[in-house]
Nanobody, 115 residues
Framework: QVQLVESGGALVPPGGSLRLSCVAS????????MGWYRQAPGNERELVAG???????TYADSVQGRFTISRDNAKNTAFLQMNSLIPEDTAVYYC?????????WGQGTQVTVSS
C-alpha cells in the first residue's frame, strides 16, 4: 500500500519559518520525482516546488528564494523548508510523488501564516 504522509504544518506569524516533511512508504522512493503543491480556499492546486530523482529542483516564482525543497532517499523523505513566510502562503500543502504512470498524493498539511 502506497502512502505519502505530510507533517510540519502549523500556525506561524509573518516572517516565520516552517519545515514540512513527507514520508513515503510502499514505493521505491529513489525512482520518484517529488513535489510540493498547495491549495488555498477558492484557488486551484498549484505547484510550489519540485525535485527530480536526480536532485534537480524547480520553484514557483512566488516562493523562489524563500523555499527550499530537498530529499533524503535513505529515509524515503522529502522536505520543504519555508522561510520568510507571508500570509499569501496560507494553504493546505500536499506532497506528490510521480514516476512513469504512477502518481500519488498525500493527505495534506495546513500552513497558516497570520499574526
Amino acid at each position: 500500500q502506497v502512502q505519502l504522509v505530510e507533517s510540519g504544518g502549523a500556525l506561524v506569524p509573518p516572517g516565520g519559518s516552517l519545515r514540512l516533511s513527507c514520508v513515503a512508504s510502499g514505493i521505491e522512493f529513489g525512482l520518484y520525482h517529488m513535489g510540493w503543491y498547495r491549495q488555498a480556499p477558492g484557488n486551484e492546486r498549484e505547484l510550489v516546488a519540485g525535485i527530480t530523482r536526480d536532485g534537480v529542483t524547480t520553484y514557483a516564482d512566488s516562493v523562489q528564494g524563500r523555499f527550499t525543497i530537498s530529499r533524503d532517499n535513505a529515509k524515503n523523505t522529502a522536505f520543504l523548508q519555508m522561510n520568510s513566510l507571508i500570509p499569501e502562503d496560507t494553504a493546505v500543502y500536499y506532497c506528490n510523488g510521480r514516476w512513469a504512470q504512477n502518481h500519488y498524493w498525500g493527505q495534506g498539511t495546513q500552513v497558516t501564516v497570520s499574526s
